[in-house]
């Protein structure tokens, strides 16, 4: 990392492992359940995330000292409301077809509380450039987080990835199911993703007890 | 120093500021894209309607529409007719398939008659009545264009959500749940019934077609009452015009 100082790599490095936003920071939980029963639909929100924190806290970050304190929550809201329906618009507008598969996150990425948590802990305080990385940082690390739930579930609860069969086909009995594999169709219901964060968690708190609250 | 932005004139200032500034910006957005979406719903119509009478491009396991480029076309060569069906008159009309189903079910509520737009299509000697339906999945509104032939006996349909969740409730617009329909029967000898998404119906391969239930995606159930009693409520309207077919 030659382009970045020590200081500003470790604002995009610690949100992926040791700060990660799901795990450490308990941001974007909601999410995280919600949408990660596709790894399509976990990849498409991931890069919505990062592209909407990304901007938004460079945003947050450049008016920070006009701000005034006792509305800030409502202006940062303001913030990234009016972000995502211009990207909705502009998508509708010249890339339909994406639309319609972002459509159902635009609400969810306006209630993520990991956007106006990193606006609050990190854009308010901070320049615009750090502001940037945070967001990148961040985004990537919950990003990770919904890939690895999004992939488990995909491929335990319906033996496909990307929609595509990976262990056969259920119906017909082939691949895996002719030897007596069954779907788990609880891997689909959001309780299950609560299930794989929390070993996320207890995996990453093993392999590092620095982590671990008294 | 008393930080100048905690003053109460401020705040307000900077709180109509910021409105004028993103009002203006979204009401702008909004009017100069308005087109572009416009004409992007609009080619959409038309693709779902071909879509539900077989005219698609799809492969082994996806749903694919024909391409936007020659949707115009092809809605041309393959859909005959366009009627507007209100009470006892049918009428012709080439632009019915731009009638809002939204705004034509709250016309219904409030006593003014709604007006049912059917579209008629002619592919390889088989005529399709293919029709628009709206109603309500877990999250938001959920759609279809039903494609039946004269004794409503469905030949193709295209499911659509606005909102469903992913994975489960949106998987309404994949082909597993899409092509379970084709060849039902919307009646039980005679008498119209509808479609019923049913669990446990002992049918995963769906090869009763007569029994008026398809199998129902797990995980999905509300969405799949949704699609049950949107099929009954709207095609159930449809059936006086079925009828008059018959002679």
């Known amino acids: 990392m030659g382009l970045l100082s020590k200081k500003d790599a470790k604002l995009i490095t610690d949100p992926l492992a040791d700060n990660n936003p799901i795990t450490i920071q ?85 209630t993520n509380c990991i956007i106006m948590g990193r606006f609050e802990a990190f854009a308010l305080g901070n320049g615009p450039w750090k502001s940037f990385l945070d967001g990148i940082g961040n985004a990537v690390g919950y990003g990770v987080i919904l890939i690895i739930v999004g992939f488990f579930r995909e491929l335990l609860g319906s033996g496909t990835l990307f929609g595509i069969p990976v ?21 689909i219901m959001p309780p299950m993703a609560l299930i794989v964060v929390g070993i996320i968690i207890w995996v990453q708190r093993t392999r590092n007890k620095a982590l671990i609250e008294d | 120093m008393e930080n100048r932005t905690d003053k109460n ?38 693709q779902n309607i071909l879509y539900a009478m077989g005219v698609n491009e799809n492969d082994e396991s996806n749903a694919n529409f024909v391409s936007t480029a020659d949707a115009p ?48 299509g002619k592919k390889d000697g088989k005529t399709f009545y293919i029709a628009p339906i709206r109603g309500k999945g877990l999250w938001d509104a959920i759609w279809a264009y039903v494609a039946m032939n004269k004794d409503m006996v469905v030949q193709g349909v295209f499911f659509d959500h606005k909102g469903e969740t992913a994975g489960l409730g949106a998987n309404i617009n994949k082909r597993f749940f899409m092509d379970d329909f084709i060849g039902e029967d919307l009646k039980n000898n005679g008498v119209f019934k509808g479609i019923d998404v049913a669990k446990g119906n002992a049918d995963p391969l769906n090869k009763d077609k007569s029994d008026n239930e398809v199998d129902a995606i797990a995980g999905a159930t509300i969405t799949g009452n949704g699609v049950s009693a949107m099929l009954k409520s709207e095609l159930k309207l449809y059936e006086p015009y079925f009828e008059t077919l018959k002679n």
Do not use: H
């Open chain 2, 73 to 120: 076309e092809l809605f041309q060569k393959y859909i005959e007719k366009q009627l507007v069906i209100q009470g006892s008159d049918v009428v012709e009309n080439d632009q019915a398939y731009l009638i809002d189903v939204k705004k034509e079910q709250t016309n219904a509520k409030a006593g003014i008659g709604r007006k049912l737009p059917l579209f008629v």
């Open chain 1, 26 to 110: 308990v941001l974007g939980i909601c999410s995280a359940l919600a949408i990660t029963a596709e790894l399509k639909a976990s990849l498409v929100m991931a890069i919505s995330v990062l592209f909407v924190l990304g901007i938004g806290n460079v945003v947050i970050s450049l008016m920070r000292n006009i701000i005034p304190s006792k509305i800030r929550i409502i202006v940062q809201l303001i913030v990234v409301a009016a972000l995502v329906i211009i990207v909705d618009l502009v998508l509708k507008a010249f890339a339909y077809e994406l639309s319609k598969t972002l459509s159902v996150f635009v609400g969810l990425i306006i």
């Open chain 2, 9 to 46: 004139s401020y705040t307000i200032l900077f709180a109509i500021g910021m409105v004028l500034v993103v009002g203006a910006l979204l009401a702008f957005a909004a009017s100069f894209l308005k087109p572009n979406i416009d004409e992007n719903k609009r080619l959409e119509k038309q």
């Open chain 1, 167 to 187: 262990l056969g086909d259920p119906i017909a009995k082939t691949g895996f199911y002719a030897i007596g594999y069954e779907n788990n169709g609880f891997m």
